[in-house]
C-alpha cells in the first residue's frame, strides 16, 4: 500500500489540477447567469469556486489519508490559525471573486460597462486558461511578497511562517 500511495503523490496533483481547469472551463464555456442564493452571477465565477472548493476537499482527504508526515496529525494547537491564514488570504480572494462577479466588475472585462473588453475572449479556449493561470499566479506571487513587505499585512501573514507544519 505505501508503493502505491509514493505513485499516487505524483499523480494526484497533476490529476487535480486537471480536474479543477475542466470544470472551470465548463463554466467558461457555459456562459451564462446563473442564480445563487437569489443573486445572479456569471456561471464562470459558480464553477471556479467550486473548483477551487473542490480542490480544498480534496487535498483535505488526501493529506488525512496520506500525509505527507505522519507527525503532522498530532494537535499542536495551530488548526485556528492556519485556518485564520487560509481565509484571511484565500478566502478574501475567492469572496472578492464572488462579490466581483454580482457587481458586475467581471463585465469590465467582458465588452459591457467600458464599451471595450479586458478579456481576449477571440483567443481559444485554451489560450485564454493559459493566460488565466499565469495572471493567476502573477496576482498571487505579488499579494505574497507584499505581504512579506507591508508592514500591516505582515501581520496576517506572519501566522504561515510562525507554524510548525503547514
Known sequence: MDRVKYLLSFILWPLLLGVCVAITYYGFAKDETVLLMGVGMNSSILYFNVAYLF???SLWRLEIWMPHEREWHKPDGQNFAS?????????TVQG?????????????FDNGTLGF????KDWPMWGQV???????EFGLYWAHRWAHEMAFLWRFH???HSVTKL
Open 158 to 160: 506572519a501566522v504561515h
Open 117 to 120: 473588453g479586458l478579456w481576449p
Open 83 to 91: 485556518i485564520m491564514h487560509t481565509l484571511s488570504s484565500k478566502g
Open 130 to 136: 493559459i493566460l488565466a493561470l499565469v495572471a493567476a
Open 55 to 57: 480542490l480544498i476537499v
Open 96 to 108: 472578492l471573486l464572488l462579490y466581483g462577479g454580482t457587481i458586475g466588475l467581471a463585465d469590465m
